[in-house]
C-alpha cells in the first residue's frame, strides 16, 4: 500500500484557518486523483465538527463526484468505527482546546453517541507531534479507570502518534480504542478489498481480516481480555 498526501498547512485551531483549508478541499482531492490513487481520505475532524452534523457526509459526496473515486473523511471514519464495535457510551482523549473539544462532542452527540467523559489536553497545533505515546497512553488510562462504564476511548486527531499507544491501551485496559489513522485505513482497506491481519494496531485493524459487515460483538461493545 503506497501513501500520496498533500498537506493544508493549517497554524493553528483557529476557524478562520479551518475556512482557509476547507475552501481547497476539493482541488486538492482532484490534484490527488491525477496521482493514480485508488481512495481518498480527508483527516481534518475540527474543520468538519465545526460545521456540525452532515458536513462530514456532504464534503465526502463533492469530492467523490469530482475525482470518480471512493473517500472518506476521518470524522466519518471515526463514527463507522465506534459503530462497528458498538461503542454507544464513550470516554474521549484528545489534544484539543476547548472550542474544538465542544464541537467533536456535540457531532458525537448528534449522531447518538453518550460522550460521558472527556479529557483535553490542550496542545498547540504545531507542537502535536511531540507528544509522546507513552503520555497519550498515561492519559488514556486514567480517563478509563475515571470512566468504567465506557465502552470504548475514541482519540481523534491523526497530528499525533496514537497508533503507537492504540495495542497497549486495549491490553491494559480492556476496552477498544477507535483513533484517527486506524479507523481512516479500516475504511479504506475495507473498500479497496484489502483484509490482511495486521497485527499490533488494536481490534479495529485486526478485524480487517474476518471480513464481517456487523460488528464482533452484537448488542455491547466489543471486550477485551486483560
Partial sequence: ????????????????????????VVADAKSLATRGVDYIIFSGGPLLTSRGKGADIELRNRIMDATGLDATTTITSAVQALEYLNIKRVAMLSPFPQHVQRATIDFLR??????????????????????????????????????????????PCPQWPTQK???????????????????????????????????????????????RDTPPASGAAVRLAS
Avoid at 1 to 24: H, L, P, Q, Y
Fill in 165 to 211: 499507544a492504540v495495542e497497549a491501551i486495549e491490553r491494559d485496559y480492556g476496552k477498544p480504542v477507535v483513533t484517527c489513522d486506524p479507523a481512516d485505513f479500516w475504511m479504506a482497506f475495507r473498500s479497496l478489498g484489502i483484509h490482511d491481519r495486521i497485527e499490533n494496531h488494536g481490534i479495529l485493524l485486526r478485524s480487517l481480516s474476518e471480513r
Fill in 110 to 155: 448528534a449522531h447518538d453517541f453518550d460522550v460521558l467523559k472527556d479529557d483535553s489536553m490542550d496542545i498547540h497545533f504545531r507542537a502535536l507531534h511531540k507528544v509522546g505515546p507513552d503520555e497519550i497512553y498515561r492519559r488514556a488510562g486514567a480517563l478509563l479507570t475515571s470512566t468504567p462504564e465506557a465502552d470504548g476511548l475514541y482519540i
Fill in 1 to 24: 500500500v503506497g501513501i500520496c498526501a498533500i498537506t493544508s498547512n493549517i497554524e493553528d485551531w483557529d476557524k478562520n484557518e479551518f475556512e482557509r483549508a476547507m475552501n481547497k
